[in-house]
């Protein structure tokens, strides 16, 4: 987050890259990677294009379409810059205090009240697992007893494979664990090669699968959905169709979060009530 703040310093030192090259990436994206630039912030595509440019010392956009067309491995590369996977366990810790406390006995009373079995958290734009991971780890630490009674299924989705087979193995290094006390990590991480390998069994607790979240029939039914520091990306016209199918997957009173920076746009407002701004919790309406 902290780069795209600084954007506008860099900005001022970054030439624009010209439309027609911007076109023929774009292109050349779609045709072999099968990734949409569409729908995503211009001015955040360029200036992620731009880092490439200057990391493979191309002296041009249009240099550096030539090399992508030529070399897959950065193709590859640019596919993962662009869809920036920053993240790490309980990120932002009072949004995960909140939901120990107030999110997750409301959906186990919720479950109980309607006679459900059980309810469905999905974590989307996933990145590598922390964010599903972190919701597994509370589940296992504090709500034990009720998840004996109560299946608590966890999915997580990512548009990018890569991504998601990084986060099946659940291997992290520090950085990622940041957050994590010592009785976490020495109960549930073991370590490997000077990273730490996340258990098996909270592992098992998440199932991973691929998806585009401009594909609203990749949109599963559920009762709590974090999509953090994902829709920042995206167009406002984009963000509000995706909210708004968030609410019809969350019919019943399920809750979403977002991150810090993001909020509820358009329409998409009426559809959910704030529960808690500061952590932006919204709960959808009936
Ligand atoms: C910055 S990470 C956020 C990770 C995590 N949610 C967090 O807050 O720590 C953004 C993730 O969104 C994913 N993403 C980008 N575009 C997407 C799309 N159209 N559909 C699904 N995921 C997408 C990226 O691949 C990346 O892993």
């Known amino acids: 987050m902290s780069s795209e703040g600084s954007g506008r310093v860099m900005d001022a030192?970054?030439?624009?890259?010209?439309?027609?090259d911007l076109e023929l990436i774009r292109q050349l994206l779609?045709?072999?990677?099968?990734?949409?630039?569409?729908?995503y912030k211009d001015k955040c595509i360029k200036r992620r294009?731009?880092?490439?440019?200057?990391?493979?010392?191309?002296?041009?956009?249009?240099?550096?379409?030539?090399?992508?067309?030529?070399?897959?491995?950065?193709?590859?590369?640019?596919?993962?810059?662009?869809t920036i996977h920053v993240?790490?366990?309980?990120?932002?810790?009072?949004?995960?205090?909140?939901?120990?406390?107030e999110i997750l006995p409301a959906l186990f009373a919720q479950a109980a009240e309607t006679g459900k079995a059980g309810f469905t958290v999905w974590s989307v734009g996933c990145s590598s697992g922390e964010e599903p991971y972190s919701v597994a780890l509370l589940l296992?630490?504090?709500?034990?007893?009720?998840?004996?009674?109560?299946?608590?299924?966890?999915?997580?989705?990512?548009?990018?494979?890569?991504?998601?087979?990084?986060?099946?193995k659940g291997v992290y290094g520090t950085e990622r664990l940041v957050e994590v006390d010592q009785g976490l990590l020495n109960r549930y991480f073991k370590p490997i090669h000077g990273k730490y390998e996340l258990s098996p069994e909270i592992r098992g607790m998440v199932t991973f699968s691929r998806g585009d979240l401009f594909n609203s029939r990749d949109f599963p039914a559920c009762d709590l959905i974090f999509c953090r520091n994902v829709l920042?990306?995206?167009?406002?016209?984009?963000?509000?169709?995706?909210?708004?199918?968030?609410?019809?997957s969350l019919a019943g009173r399920g809750f979403l979060v977002l991150?810090?920076?993001?909020?509820?746009?358009?329409?998409?407002?009426?559809?959910?009530?704030?529960?808690?701004p500061v952590e932006r919790i919204y709960r959808a309406l009936c």
Do not use: W
């Open 140 to 168: 296992k630490e504090h709500f034990s007893a009720h998840s004996e009674h109560n299946l608590v299924r966890i999915i997580a989705s990512d548009i990018n494979q890569e991504i998601l087979d990084a986060a099946r």
């Open 49 to 82: 294009i731009n880092i490439r440019v200057r990391a493979t010392h191309s002296a041009s956009a249009a240099a550096y379409y030539r090399l992508l067309e030529r070399d897959g491995r950065e193709l590859a590369l640019l596919h993962k810059v662009l």
């Open 259 to 276: 991150g810090k920076s993001e909020t509820l746009v358009g329409d998409a407002r009426k559809k959910f009530q704030t529960v808690c």
């Open 13 to 20: 030192v970054i030439p624009d890259i010209p439309a027609e």
């Open 87 to 101: 993240s790490h366990f309980f990120r932002n810790p009072s949004m995960f205090r909140k939901l120990q406390e």
């Open 30 to 39: 779609a045709e072999r990677t099968g990734f949409l630039l569409d729908g």
């Open 232 to 248: 920042i990306y995206f167009e406002r016209s984009r963000q509000e169709r995706i909210l708004e199918g968030f609410a019809a």
